[in-house]
């Protein structure tokens, strides 16, 4: 069974690529109609990808596209225009003007991930290009299949091994590197394997065949790169151009679904300059930054993970970064007060007691009793070499001695027999 090859990190998306030439706010205005926004990041080893796959679904290596970062005239601060909110972002690329309003290109005809020129600075009024809008899918483990006793037959340049306790662990755990487009998952072991290549390495398509072991495949379904030849009816753009430097602050509602029903949360307007978020909180997937009303957040995620290199026989540890926009639905007021000693003694207690957790149920614990399989071919000749040597050692400890054994033996069998002989006599 073949199915088709995606990459990509935590957020999953899908890439439209359309083939129409417009100024950027004419695109923008496009990407907006179809529920999405411009591409925002600028992650090298991500437009690379979106490059790749778009040429090989037969687009002009020779025709760039716009994406989602702007800079104004008089600045050289760059901004990813999000859906709600301006991220400002720290970069100076080809082409750069600080006198003129300019907005980012992807060159489609980068020659590798670590092209310095993938990403250059053109006039965002004067220019036209094709474009590239992102529509957000959700976060893993969202958009991954599971294929029970099967087994991917192209194996990655590097092979991770991860201790995960679910198949959806090994999801989040895998997927969240982006060079890593399968894993397989053993339930019986509690660990999965991923199989990740080199940027420059993408293929088209995975294959997978059954596998008579108890393992499950992993492979994502989202961050497709589609082209789009349709001509929009869409008339040109009449917004302003976002994240000004200094404007007055305006504010609009909008209403964003949350889980079924409708949050009203404040908005930018397209006049409006982002107000500067005090740095509230941090979690253990990285930082979070909140409003003082508590309606935005922006969360930067970052992943460790610690792996085993099956192609190495190493350990290491890897941070992942994304950064994302998130909306909080919850309106709160914050509602401070006295306690009691007596009260705080018992609330101690009873978090103490959610938090406390059994030793000798955690995976870690239980690991230590468990002999992981290994099979690796040089794993395999070390445990062959190690037994001949043990087995070689004890033959010629016993080997030396073994004519002397059987000689006392047969003297002794032949004068018990002498002196039977004798005894008759």
């Known amino acids: 069974m073949t199915e088709p090859f995606y990459l990509s990190a935590q957020w999953t998306n899908d890439f439209v690529v359309f083939s129409e030439r417009k100024t950027w706010l004419d695109a923008r205005d496009v990407c907006k109609s179809i ?7 600028k992650w090298n080893l991500l437009n690379w990808y979106i490059k790749t796959k778009a040429i090989r679904n037969g687009w002009s290596g020779t025709d760039d596209v716009w994406l989602g970062m702007i800079k104004h005239q008089n600045s050289d ?8 909110i301006c991220q400002e972002v720290t970069m100076k690329i080809s082409g750069q003007n600080q006198l003129e309003r ?28 094709g474009f590239v809008c992102l529509v957000a899918q959700g976060e893993l483990p969202k958009g991954v299949e ?54 420059v390495n993408i ?37 302003q151009f976002p994240c000004p430097l200094e404007s007055t602050a305006e504010t609009s509602t909008v209403e964003i679904p949350t889980g079924g029903s409708t949050t009203s949360l404040q908005k930018l307007d397209s006049t409006s300059s982002l107000p500067e978020l005090p740095d509230d909180t941090t979690t253990s997937m990285g ?59 018992q609330k101690v207690l009873e978090i103490k007691k959610i938090l406390t957790v059994n030793i000798s149920s955690l995976s870690s614990t ?6 992981a399989p290994d099979d690796r071919q ?7 070499l190690g037994i001949c040597v043990i087995v070689g050692v004890i033959l010629a400890l016993v080997v030396g001695d073994m004519v002397y054994i059987v000689s006392c033996v047969k003297y002794l069998f032949c004068c018990k027999r002498k002196h039977i002989h004798v005894q008759h006599l």
């Open 287 to 345: 930082q979070t930054t909140t409003s003082d009303d508590g309606t935005k957040t922006v969360t930067q995620i970052q992943d460790e993970t610690t792996f085993t290199d099956l192609s190495k026989g190493t350990i290491t540890q890897m941070s992942h970064c994304s950064t994302m926009e998130v909306y909080s639905g919850c309106l709160c007021t914050s509602q401070t007060g006295n306690i009691e000693t007596n009260e705080l003694n």
């Open 378 to 384: 040089s794993s395999l000749a070390m445990g062959t």
């Open 366 to 371: 239980m690991r230590k009793k468990i002999s």
């Open 102 to 129: 300019q907005c980012a290109v992807l060159n489609m005809s980068s020659v590798s991930p670590n092209d310095n020129l993938m990403i250059y600075a053109s006039s965002c009024d004067k220019s036209i290009f």
């Open 203 to 239: 293929p088209e398509t995975v294959t997978l065949v059954n596998s008579s072991t108890n393992s499950t495949v992993l492979l994502r379904t989202f961050n497709k790169v589609l082209i789009n030849y349709t001509e929009s009816t869409l008339p040109p753009s009449t917004d």
């Open 35 to 41: 529920d999405s926004v411009p591409q925002y990041n």
């Open 146 to 199: 599971y294929y029970p006793f099967s087994e991917v037959e192209e194996k990655g340049d590097r092979r991770l091994k991860l201790n995960t306790s679910s198949d959806t662990e090994c999801a989040i755990s895998s997927f969240s590197i982006i060079y890593c487009f399968a894993a397989t998952y053993f339930p019986e072991d509690k660990y999965c394997v991923a199989e990740c290549t080199p940027m």
């Open 77 to 84: 601060v760059w901004n990813e225009e999000r859906k709600y």
